[in-house]
């Protein structure tokens, strides 16, 4: 029975007001609740939690908001909102109260570990709590990894994860991206811009950072109108302003984000004059 018709009958909620899916970051069920009011969700979470037993604790999630991109969640029924998540052999430990985690990025993370090429440098300037570092140093064959998380939340995080995956390839920075790039310039053999939305504003700092010539990953948002030709005139205007070319080697779109917008990303390669 689907988890919406199977709530329904537990709980006598009507099913037009259940939510047909869910998503579990390790043993927390993490709902989309817009319909119901808060005696419903408590209803609702408790039900799960009878229902469920590998679920621990539910929780609401309504958004996500500001610059570090932290998650509106409220916690309905449970223990904890800290928790092990094991995604392609790594572990990560989280706390859905103050960072995300994107499950449906899993296939660009896999895709992105079989470009690297023995003894690369990467620099990830949107680390998180290592969604793409923590693979990238673990599987691929990169020489190091510079990771740099802004959020201090993510950051202490991410810093546990590395031991937690008994990783030794990783440098971690706890900062803004654009001034740890000063200290930076022609480091990276790639650049990874695992971040949305506004990604073109870093661009310039991703430019600095890579080698004379070497490779951009620039995830962003667009709607479907903009796709392909609005990343394409970012990186006109900015390759253009700091005297480089580019080459787009490749692109996709990662997942759908709304209604006709796209997470999308464009393997990007540089070459400096």
């Known amino acids: 029975m689907a988890f919406k018709s199977k709530m329904a009958k537990l709980t006598g909620i009507k099913e037009s007001l259940l939510p047909s899916s869910y998503q ?3 043993d927390i069920m993490l709902l989309k609740l817009p319909r119901l009011r808060d005696g419903k969700k408590s209803l609702l979470a408790e039900s799960v939690l009878k229902e469920f037993p590998y679920v621990k604790t539910v929780c609401e999630i ?3 908001t500001g610059e570090l991109r932290e998650p509106v969640t409220t916690k309905l029924a449970g223990k904890d909102t800290v928790t092990i998540h094991k995604e392609n052999g790594l572990l990560y430990r ?5 960072v995300m985690f994107s499950k449906g990025n899993l296939n660009e993370r896999k895709r992105l570990i079989e470009k690297i090429r023995h003894d690369e440098q990467i620099v990830d300037m949107f680390a998180g709590i290592g969604y793409f570092s923590l693979g990238l140093a673990k599987f691929s064959p990169a020489r190091n990894i510079i990771a740099i998380e802004k959020n201090p939340n993510a950051y202490n995080l991410f810093v546990e994860n590395i031991a937690l995956n008994k990783i030794t390839n990783i440098s971690a920075i706890q900062g803004d991206c ?6 930076m310039q022609n480091a990276a053999d790639r ?3 695992g971040y949305f939305p506004g990604t073109e504003h870093f661009l310039p700092a991703a430019i600095f950072m890579v080698k004379n010539k070497g490779m951009i990953h620039f995830h962003n948002i667009y709607s479907k109108k903009e796709l392909w030709s609005k ?8 390759c253009r302003g700091m005297n480089c070319s580019f080459r787009i080697m490749e692109k ?3 997942k759908s984000y709304a209604p006709n917008v796209f997470h999308a990303v464009m393997d990007v390669e540089i070459e400096k004059a």
């Open 178 to 183: 654009r001034i740890a790039a000063q200290s």
């Open 62 to 64: 309504s958004g996500v």
């Open 24 to 26: 579990m970051v390790g």
């Open 252 to 254: 996709k779109k990662v």
């Open 94 to 98: 989280i706390n859905v109260s103050q």
């Open 231 to 238: 990343p394409l005139a970012d990186l006109e205007t900015i």
């Open 191 to 193: 650049v990874l811009m």
